[in-house]
C-alpha cells in the first residue's frame, strides 16, 4: 500500500494573532506543522512500521519556506517529499488544495489519502471531502482507529454522539482525528540524515482560483466580548450567581 | 434566487438542527425548498410540506439512501443544487461532511462554519480558533454554507399548515449513483441520560483541574441538578474521564448554552473557542490568572475539592 499524506503549515496555533482590513497578520509567529497533519503522517509511518504500507509520502503546498517541514516529515519516517509550489499561499482555498492533492494523486497514484480532518488557522474541515469527491473515493473523516487488511480498511471515527465503524475497499480517503494517536519527534539522527534527502516539486497547473474567483476576503477583525468579570468572594456568591441564571430555565 | 436546505432527520422526526438552519434562511427573504433523503421516509416529506416557511420538498426514497451516505448524497444534491442560489445545512457532521463534498462536485468554494449572515452573498465565520472573524464575500452562483450550530438559535415558533402545501418532488436516482462506498459496520452510542451539549440550556464542563473522582462525582450531582448537559476540555477526554463526543473546543464541538460553568478549565484557546459566545460563563479555578477569567462574567477562585461539595449542599 502506498499512503499520500498532505502536511500543511500553519501560524503556531499558541501565538496570538491580530487582524486587519485584509489579511490575518502572523508576523512575528512561528510557523508549525498542523496538529492534525502531524497525526495522520504518525499514523502512515506507523502503518509502514507494521509491514502494511510499502511508502509514505508527502506533499505540501506551499511556497519554498515549506521544505524545511517537509524535512521534518522525512525525519519523522516519510520516504518521499513533494512540494506543489505556488508563489503565495494565502489566496488559496480548500478547492484549490483539493485540485492540487488530485493532480498529485493522479500521478503518484496512492491507496490511501491519509490527511488531517482540518487545519487550526483557517478551521475549514473540507480539503478532504472536498478531495474525495474529485477523486470518486470512498471518504471516513475524523478516524480514530485504523485496521487494515489485505486492501480493506476498517475505520473508527467521531460521530456527533459516539464513534461509527466504518469499512471500505482501497483507495480511498480518511481524515483524523486527534484522538488517532501521539506523534513522534523525530531523533537528531533522523533529522540529519532526513536533510541530505531531496524535495521533488511538483508542477501543478492552473489551481480553480487561477480561473475565477470564488470568494474574496472583505475583513478580519477580532470578535468583541464586552464583559468586565465579577469575581465572587466566597460559595454562596457562585451558588446564587449559578441560581440566578438557571432559574428560569427547564 | 431560491434556498435548498438539506434536511436532517433520524427517519422518524426532523432534527434540532434542521430547524435552526431552517429559521436562519428566513433572514434572507427568499423561497426555501428542502432536500431529504431517506427510505420510507413518506411521513417526513409530508411533515415537511406543512410547514409554512417550506415551498418544495426534493425528496430521494429509497433503500440506498436509509443511513444517508455521504457520497452519493453529494453526487444527488449536486445534480439538483443547479436551481438554487444557495445551499444550506447545519456544522453537524452530516452538513460538514455532505457540502464540501457537493461543492467539488459543482466546481465551488464552501464556506463552512459560518456564524452570521450578512446578506445575500457576505458570510462571517471564525478563524484562529475562534480569535478572528473573517467577512467572507462569494462569487459562486451558488453559495454553499454550513451553518454553526451555536450561532443560530432554534425558531421561537414553528408555523405548520394543517394540510400539506409545498410541492413534493420524487427524484430518480441514476445507476451510476449508486457506486462503490464505505460500509457501515456498528455504532459505539454514548450512552447518556443528560441533553446533547448542542440542545442544552445549561452545561457544566469539566477541565484538568478537576483532578479527582471525587470531584468528577460532584461535577455529576450539579449537573443533576441543573438539568444540564456536560462536557469537557481535551485534557479530560484524553485521560478517559469522558468520552470523546463531550468534547468541547475549536476542532470538536462548538456550543452557546445560555449558562456554561467551567469547572477546573483554565481557558487554552482551542477550548475558549468552543464555548466563549455562551451567553453566561461563570468558572471555577483555583489560579487567579487562569485565562478562562478573561471571558468569563463571574469567577471564584478556590479548590474544587472545597467548593463543589459545598456549593452542591446550596442548590
Not at chain 1, 497525526?39 to 515549506?66: D, F, H, N
Request: charged share 20%; glycine share 6%; with cysteine.
Amino acid at each position: 500500500m502506498k499512503i499520500l499524506v498532505p502536511q500543511k503549515q500553519v501560524a503556531d496555533p499558541g501565538i496570538i494573532v491580530s487582524g486587519s482590513r485584509f489579511d490575518v497578520n502572523t508576523s512575528g509567529t512561528n510557523t508549525v506543522v498542523n496538529p492534525f497533519c502531524a497525526i495522520a503522517l504518525e499514523a502512515a509511518v506507523r502503518l509502514k512500521e507494521c509491514g502494511l504500507a510499502a511508502e509514505v509520502i508527502v506533499v505540501s503546498i506551499g511556497t519554498r519556506a515549506a521544505q524545511k517541514f517537509l524535512t521534518k516529515s522525512l525525519a519523522c519516517g516519510a520516504d518521499r517529499a513533494l512540494l506543489v509550489e505556488v508563489d503565495s499561499e494565502e489566496d488559496l482555498i480548500p478547492l484549490d488544495i483539493a485540485y492540487a492533492l488530485q493532480q498529485v494523486v493522479a500521478v503518484e497514484k496512492p491507496d490511501l489519502v491519509l490527511m488531517g480532518k482540518q487545519a487550526v488557522d483557517f478551521d475549514n474541515n473540507q480539503v478532504g471531502q472536498m478531495l474525495s469527491a474529485l477523486l470518486d473515493w470512498p471518504l471516513i473523516t475524523a478516524a480514530s482507529k485504523i485496521a487494515v487488511e489485505n486492501r480493506q480498511l476498517t475505520v473508527e471515527h467521531e460521530v456527533d454522539d459516539g464513534m461509527h465503524i466504518h469499512t471500505f475497499l482501497l483507495p480511498g480517503v480518511v481524515t483524523v482525528d486527534l484522538q488517532l494517536n501521539e506523534p513522534r519527534s523525530p531523533g537528531l539522527a533522523a533529522v540529519v540524515k532526513a536533510r541530505s534527502k531531496s524535495i521533488d516539486i511538483f508542477h501543478c497547473p492552473d489551481f480553480p482560483t487561477a480561473k475565477q474567483q470564488h470568494l474574496e476576503v472583505i475583513d478580519t477583525y477580532a470578535p468583541h466580548r464586552d464583559i468586565n468579570i465579577k469575581m465572587l468572594d466566597d460559595v454562596k456568591g457562585l451558588a446564587d450567581a449559578i441560581k440566578t441564571h438557571s432559574y428560569r430555565l427547564g | 434566487m431560491r434556498i435548498l436546505i438539506l434536511a436532517e432527520h433520524d427517519g422518524l422526526t426532523l432534527k434540532d438542527e434542521f430547524y435552526k438552519v431552517l429559521n436562519a434562511s428566513m433572514q434572507l427573504n427568499l423561497a426555501i425548498d428542502v432536500f431529504i433523503a431517506g427510505y420510507q421516509c413518506q411521513p417526513l416529506c409530508e411533515m415537511l410540506g406543512t410547514l409554512s416557511a417550506v415551498s418544495k420538498v426534493l425528496v430521494i426514497d429509497d433503500v440506498a439512501f436509509r443511513y444517508q451516505p455521504e457520497d452519493r448524497m453529494a453526487k444527488v444534491v449536486a445534480s439538483v443544487a443547479w436551481e438554487y442560489s444557495h445551499l444550506f445545512c447545519s456544522t453537524s457532521l452530516f452538513g460538514k461532511t455532505i457540502l464540501p463534498r457537493t461543492a467539488a462536485h459543482l466546481n465551488m468554494a464552501a464556506i463552512s462554519g459560518v456564524s452570521q449572515i450578512v446578506s445575500m452573498d457576505t458570510f462571517v465565520r471564525p478563524i484562529y480558533a475562534g480569535r478572528l472573524l473573517s467577512k467572507v464575500k462569494s462569487f459562486d452562483s451558488i453559495k454553499i454554507v454550513t451553518l454553526m450550530l451555536s450561532a443560530f438559535p432554534m425558531p421561537e415558533k414553528i408555523i405548520f399548515r394543517p394540510e400539506p402545501v409545498a410541492d413534493l418532488v420524487h427524484l430518480a436516482i441514476d445507476g451510476s449513483q449508486i457506486d462503490r462506498t464505505t460500509s457501515f459496520v456498528r455504532e459505539i452510542k454514548s450512552i447518556s441520560k443528560r441533553r446533547s451539549l448542542q440542545a442544552a440550556h445549561i452545561i457544566v464542563s469539566a477541565g484538568r483541574g478537576l483532578g479527582s473522582k471525587e470531584n468528577f462525582e460532584e461535577l455529576e450531582t450539579l449537573a443533576d441538578k441543573l438539568d444540564a448537559a456536560v462536557g469537557a476540555t481535551r485534557a479530560v477526554v484524553d485521560a478517559g474521564w469522558l468520552t470523546n463526543d463531550k468534547q468541547i473546543g475549536q476542532t470538536a464541538k462548538i456550543v452557546a448554552p445560555e449558562l456554561y460553568i467551567a469547572l477546573g478549565i483554565s481557558g487554552a484557546p482551542q477550548h475558549l473557542a468552543g464555548m466563549k459566545d455562551s451567553k453566561i460563563i461563570i468558572a471555577v479555578n483555583k489560579d487567579s490568572n487562569a485565562p478562562i477569567f478573561q471571558v468569563a462574567n463571574y469567577g471564584f477562585v478556590g479548590d474544587l475539592s472545597d467548593v463543589l461539595p459545598k456549593l452542591n449542599a446550596m442548590l
